[in-house]
Nanobody, 122 residues
Framework: QVQLVESGGELVQAGGSLRLSCTAS????????MGWFRQLPGREREFVAVLNWSGSSTRYAESVKGRFTISRDNAKNTVYLQMNSLKPEDTAVYYCAADPRPYSTMFTPAYWGQGTQVTVSS
């Protein structure tokens, strides 16, 4: 079983930055594709970003390309989401996600964190 714990969500002004972290309680962290999703108020959960075990392959939602960066530190069992130039429409609960299957164009996580709230004020 994989447990994911997110942190870093808070209230920030538009144009500001935040870094979310997600630490996984698993011995074989490098075997997992890691990613982030978010759920905006009144909307379904949506994909944000994903990366492979080494961080050499990444993919982003169009709405965050050029503003968000996903990365990982395998020595710390942690994945990050650096969010810059934040907009009010980025306000959402952000979820960390993990999957043991190989990196591909489809990311359907087997494991989810509890979420962390990000609020961007205008």
């Amino acid at each position: 079983q994989v447990q994911l714990v997110e942190s870093g969500g808070e209230l920030v002004q538009a144009g500001g930055s935040l870094r979310l972290s997600c630490t996984a309680s698993v011995r074989t962290f490098i075997h997992y594709v890691m990613g982030w999703f978010r759920q905006l108020p009144g909307r379904e959960r949506e994909f944000v970003a994903v990366l492979n075990w080494s961080g050499s392959s990444t993919r982003y939602a169009e709405s965050v390309k050029g503003r968000f960066t996903i990365s990982r530190d395998n020595a710390k069992n942690t994945v990050y989401l650096q969010m810059n130039s934040l907009k009010p429409e980025d306000t959402a609960v952000y979820y960390c996600a993990a999957d043991p299957r190989p990196y591909s164009t489809m990311f359907t996580p087997a494991y989810w964190g509890q979420g962390t709230q990000v609020t961007v004020s205008s």
